[in-house]
């Protein structure tokens, strides 16, 4: 294919250990990245609910809104 006739002056990993460790750091960065991106998410998440919760009112004297919000949880 096109593709593989473009990258055949890359040197297998296995034969160039220069390659192999570009490989391994540009696969843990790619991993890092990957981390980052679903901690961006969790810490969206977490500003979302405040913003909900800070805009809800809740009558803490009232059983029955509680026991609705521990259902929720």
């Given amino acids: ?3 593989s006739s473009q990258f055949s002056f890359i040197p297998a990993a296995s034969t160039n250990p220069k390659a192999a460790l570009k490989s391994k750091i540009v696969a843990e960065f790619r ?8 901690y961006k998410r969790s810490e969206d998440q977490i500003e979302l609910k405040e913003k909900q919760l800070s805009t809800m009112r809740v009558d803490v004297c009232s059983t029955e809104t ?3 919000l521990k259902g929720k949880a």
């Fill in 1 to 3: 294919s096109s593709i």
């Fill in 31 to 38: 991993s890092l990245i990957d981390e980052l991106l679903l």
């Fill in 66 to 68: 509680l026991k609705c």
